[in-house]
């Protein structure tokens, strides 16, 4: 008895759903786990910096987009079964426990859903780590712990959400109303508001873009992100509303599309959360894809921030030192182009008030003149500061005070520490140049007066130098290398640098094929879905649009119009937004990322146009077998 | 302007899970042209096939079906759509209209696939209302509209194109007694004025004694035909007559 009961209530598998959530689930969780890995967000921020924090934000979004998918899956799930309830409940069963008894069905796919996912994204997340330890030679490790902790809290919620909001539904109805209860028509009531609402906030996102701060961090990226794609998920809900404006503005255009106007005027209201997920996907995906090729693409060609092949770092410089570099350029003269010896020494200087731990270089102005053969003219107590930044490459956002344009720190006295005692001088002036090896840009170099530096140099009992090389050719750099680490063992090499860099942002650009292949399946699988969801009805439809007079050739131009709806109105809109974040978004933008973003978007469009050509095919094959 | 149907030994069977399934079997017909022929049968004896056959939805599997002695089996893909676009209208007993589409939309849904002039659009439209009444409707989705409405704009989405033939599938089947009367006397109404040839299909005694001719199909063979020559009551009586008779023999 009780097991006819559990029969009743049972609803249908659609594995084909949950396999999409399982692969939802695995995706979130990889993600999740590479951007939680120390070591990975090391190598991101090595390549852009910004890429850790759109990871992350991407991550987010996957939260977002993993509740709608679930909340969209429950209420078709219910929406079928409605009717059924509603003939147990007038029989007598008890409405509370069939609510109950659905929402533990629900509670158990999704369990199992979780369960296949993290397994198959622990799997994922396993094989990546080991493809670039093995193939590139990289060292990763660590269990994501943090990923399986915030998937299942992630997942949890949204179960718990949903289950809450669909009881409520369930509770809230009437008994005739569940017998002759229709699927909900999921259009929205006020297209008009939506499109109007979509076309504000993609203007928003676009304003927020032109306009950002001078500082990336999570706000500046995920705000008009969000903002972006709420305007894609408006303009989607309401697609089917502003779309077929477009056809009923000429008769004959009207007349030639009665039947796709009658297909948005149903299926595409019914369709526009497909179109909005499929609209976000693309998004996305493009979006990482245009990074990916870019880094990619990118030529490594900072040379001009790195003027020399070697750095010699040396501290409390001794005559056995300086007599070792006149033995070594004695000797190695002819493999040699180029060698400055400067004096800098380290300092520390105060950052938003907290203790003295961000590093300065402090340089007389006499080593700036060996390097540059520039004369400053600094008078005692006089402070000039070198960023060395190109600023034709990076966008330095500055300030102008008492005539100096500033972009580091404002003129006027500023406390920095060198050998343990705090010393305090006054900016005057600010230059952007490059001059000598430095790893990390934000370093700053103060400049100082001769004499305000054998000052230091004696209080701090000790003086250090920089050694610079550069060498006449490439083969000579390992000979030379070898030469100069009997000098100190402390040496920088452009050339190493930016092997390491080539190797990392080989490991990203794998890292971000991979999760594009997934959007990319994902979207093409929900697309694929929806359509095999309907095809029963939709078959009907067009027998019957048979019997009123169409030849094959029109049916099967009908069935070109609605594939590319589904394949080509998310990829125009998805592609429109994520074009303009590319290019808006990152703080340089060159010809060359300007033809990255357009390449990479034709090509995401060729790999659509494959998939619809496929569809069309078959379902050509489908309905008018 | 002769439209003369004929059938000859026409067979048709279906190939459903390996075994063959005959729908039809030597079935030899003569439909003469503005006549309404009523095909009667139980359900599963093969007339929506016949239907099909006729409407070129599907071909038979053997014999021949002749339209003004032109054998259809020597059509082309082009003759097969233009006898579906332009001599058949076709209505279903579900209607059959497209739900995103309006009343007068669905109508002249037909007339799009031509290359016809919006001036002519327009001007057909109208004159088919003079026939059939729902343009006090015509804005309403078929969502909206009782069923009676929606068979007369599915008849309307028929006329449109003015057929010389119409193959109506049970077209009462889904309506009230008082709807299918006015849906019986609309189709008497347009052979009147037009000479189309109606070929109707049902099982319902009352709806064939309207026709000028009824065929019995049972298990797709031909089993009896009469021919109207009485009052309508006179002719039902016959009919239901004939019709328990030929179930009895099978
Ligand atoms: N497409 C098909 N495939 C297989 N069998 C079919 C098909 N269409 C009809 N049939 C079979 O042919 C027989 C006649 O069907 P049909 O002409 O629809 O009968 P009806 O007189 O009820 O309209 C039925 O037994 C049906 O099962
Ligand atoms: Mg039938």
């Known amino acids: 008895m009780k097991n006819i009961l559990q029969r009743a209530v049972r609803t249908k598998a659609h594995s084909s ?99 296949w996912g993290l397994l198959a994204g622990t799997l994922i997340y396993f094989i990546i780590l080991n493809i670039l330890n093995h193939v590139l030679d990289m060292d990763f490790h660590a269990v994501p712990l943090q990923g399986y902790i915030l998937v299942g809290a992630v997942y949890a919620a949204v179960y718990l959400i949903n289950a809450a909001s669909l009881g409520n539904r369930m509770n809230g109805l009437e008994i005739s109303d569940m017998l002759n209860y229709k699927k909900l028509d999921k259009s929205i009531d006020y297209p008009n508001l939506y499109q109007n609402i979509g076309f504000a906030l993609l203007a928003f996102g676009l304003l927020l873009l032109t306009f950002k701060g001078e500082s990336y961090n999570f706000a500046s990226a995920l705000f008009p992100m969000l903002s972006l794609t709420a305007s894609a998920y408006c303009l989607t809900m309401s697609f089917s509303h502003w779309f077929t404006k477009i056809f009923i503005r000429s008769t004959p255009k009207y007349h030639r599309n009665l039947f796709y106007i009658s297909q948005l005027r149903t299926n595409y209201k019914k369709y526009a959360k497909l179109l909005t997920g499929c609209t976000i996907i693309v998004i996305f995906g493009l979006f990482m894809m245009i990074i990916d090729v870019s880094l990619a693409t990118d030529d490594g060609d900072h040379s001009f921030e790195m003027p020399y092949d070697f750095t010699v770092y040396m501290d409390a410089v001794d005559g056995d030192d300086l007599k070792n570099i006149e033995d070594f350029e004695s000797q190695k003269g002819t493999l040699l182009k180029d060698t400055r ?62 005539g100096m344009e500033w972009g580091f720190q404002p003129p006027g006295p500023v406390p920095f520490l060198v050998g343990g005692k705090v010393y305090t001088r006054t900016i005057v002036k600010e230059i952007w140049e490059i001059v000598y090896n430095i790893e990390d840009q934000t370093q700053r170099a103060y400049i100082i007066s001769d004499e305000d530096y054998e000052g230091i140099v004696s209080e701090a009992g000790y003086d250090q130098m920089k050694y610079f090389i550069s060498v006449s050719s490439p083969d000579s750099l390992p000979t030379v290398y070898e030469r100069l680490c009997e000098i100190s063992p402390v040496i920088t090499a452009k050339a190493a640098n930016l092997e390491t860099q080539a190797k990392n942002k080989l490991v990203v650009s794998v890292l971000i094929l991979l999760a594009v292949m997934l959007l990319l399946f994902s979207l093409v699988s929900l697309i694929l879905l929806r359509i095999n969801q309907d095809i029963s009805e939709e078959k009907r439809k067009y027998s019957n649009l048979f019997s009123v007079g169409y030849t094959y050739a029109q049916l099967q131009g009908e069935i070109r119009k609605e594939m590319a709806t589904l394949f080509f109105v998310p990829l125009v809109l998805g592609s429109f937004i994520s074009i303009m974040y590319a290019l808006l978004a990152s703080s340089r933008t060159s010809l060359r990322q300007v033809i990255v973003t357009f390449g990479v978007t034709l090509l995401f469009a060729a790999v659509q146009y494959c998939f619809y050509r496929v569809a069309t095919r078959t379902l050509g094959r489908q309905y008018l077998n | 302007m002769q439209y003369h149907i004929m059938f000859k030994n026409l067979s048709k069977s279906y190939q459903s899970k390996g075994a063959a399934k005959t729908a039809l079997s030597d079935v030899t017909l003569n439909i003469p042209q503005g006549e309404i022929f009523c095909i009667m049968g139980s359900s599963g004896s093969g007339k929506s096939t016949l239907l099909k056959i006729l409407g070129g939805m599907e071909k038979p599997t053997s014999g021949t079906v002749y339209i003004n002695g032109a054998n259809m ?36 849904l037909p007339l799009t696939l031509q290359k016809v002039s919006e001036t002519e659009i327009q001007k057909k439209y109208a004159d088919t209302l003079r026939c ?27 006329i449109i194109k003015s057929p010389k033939l119409i193959l109506a599938d049970e077209p009462t089947g889904s309506l009230d007694h008082v709807n299918a009367k006015a849906i019986l006397s609309t189709f008497m109404d347009i052979k009147e004025r037009m000479q189309t040839t109606i070929v109707l299909v049902t099982h319902d005694a009352a709806v064939a004694s309207y026709c000028d001719t009824v065929v019995f199909i049972e298990n797709g063979r031909v089993c009896d035909t009469l021919r109207k020559e009485e009052t309508a009551q006179l002719f039902y009586e016959r009919i239901v007559t004939v019709s328990s008779k030929v179930r009895g023999v099978i």
């Not at chain 1, 786990?33 to 090595?46: E, F, W």
């Open chain 1, 341 to 402: 010896l400067v004096r800098i020494l380290d300092g520390a200087i105060q950052w938003e008030g907290q203790e003295f731990s961000r590093l300065v270089h402090v340089m007389p102005e006499s080593s700036y003149f060996d390097l540059t053969g520039k004369h400053l003219g600094l008078q005692n107590g006089e402070i000039v500061v070198l960023s060395q930044i190109d600023r034709n490459y990076y966008d330095i956002g500055t300030q102008e005070e008492n």
């Open chain 2, 132 to 158: 059939v009444d729902v343009g006090y409707c015509e804005n309403n989705y078929p969502e909206q509209s009782s069923g009676g409405e929606q068979q007369r704009a599915a008849i309307c989405r028929a």
């Open chain 1, 17 to 115: 759903m949950y396999i999409m959530l399982t692969i939802g689930i695995a995706m979130f969780f990889v993600y999740t786990g590479l951007v939680s890995n120390s070591q990975m967000i090391s190598v991101m921020d090595s390549i852009e910096y910004t890429l850790p924090v759109w990871m992350t934000a991407l991550v987010c979004i996957l939260a977002v987009f993993s509740f709608v998918y679930y909340r969209y899956l429950c209420i078709y799930t219910l929406d079928e079964k409605m009717k059924d309830y509603g003939i147990l409940v007038s029989m007598g069963y008890n409405q509370k426990r069939i609510s109950e008894a659905f929402l533990w069905i629900m509670a158990k796919s999704m369990l199992q859903a979780l369960l």
């Open chain 2, 73 to 108: 089996a020597d059509y082309g893909q082009q003759d097969y759509d233009r006898h579906r676009q332009m001599a058949v209208g076709y209505v279903f007993q579900d209607f059959n209209l497209l739900e995103g589409l309006t009343l007068k939309e669905n109508i002249i």
